[in-house]
């Protein structure tokens, strides 16, 4: 792009996270090692209507996750009539939680979240809906504070440009 008195600055449409990752390990061909995969999805009610990605307007019913550090398998679930009879079950090697509020399913979540504290997060259609759904319903739920802390530096932030938000 051409910024101030004709000048071209070069590469003003690379993100800074991709120029610095460039610079420290474009002599490498070694892959990275030590990270904490983390595969994710969420579901959310449909009563009352289709959820609004913006407001994270419905609860958040069920979250399973698969942390291939430990190789754990998990679904938290959203049982508000009690109809699952015991707060634990494992099946297959997938444990099932079961808690009576939605509050109470976001905390321990975000509690495994910071635990495991994964460094590459995958899922079906994240970046465009588990992500943002669940950073605003956590912000609407708790608050904006608490949303933030699915960063490890308590900083989430929203590019316009990408549509998308970065932890």
Avoid at 28 to 47: A, L, P
Avoid at 72 to 98: C, F, M, Q, S
Wanted: charged letters at 30%; glycine letters at 6%; a negative charge.
């Amino acid at each position: 792009g051409v910024y101030g008195k004709g000048k071209a600055m070069f590469e003003t449409d690379v993100a800074i996270e991709t120029r610095v990752l460039t610079d420290l390990y474009t002599d490498s061909e070694e892959i990275s090692k030590g990270h904490n995969v983390f595969y994710f999805d969420i579901e959310v009610s449909m009563k009352g209507g289709l959820p609004d990605i913006d407001t994270a307007n419905n609860p958040i019913t069920s979250i399973a996750y698969l942390d291939k550090t430990t190789e754990t398998k998990r679904v938290l679930v959203l049982d508000e009539a009690g109809d699952i009879p015991h707060d634990k079950i494992e099946r297959n090697g997938v444990e099932v939680i079961r808690f009576d509020t939605e509050r109470e399913l976001l905390k321990a979540f975000l509690d495994q979240w910071q635990t495991l504290n994964p460094t590459i997060i995958s899922g079906y259609n994240i970046d465009y809906f588990d992500v943002p759904y669940l950073y605003r319903r956590l912000k609407r739920v708790f608050s904006e504070q608490i949303a933030n802390q699915l960063s490890p530096i308590n900083k989430v932030t929203y590019h316009k440009r990408r549509n998308r938000f970065f932890i």
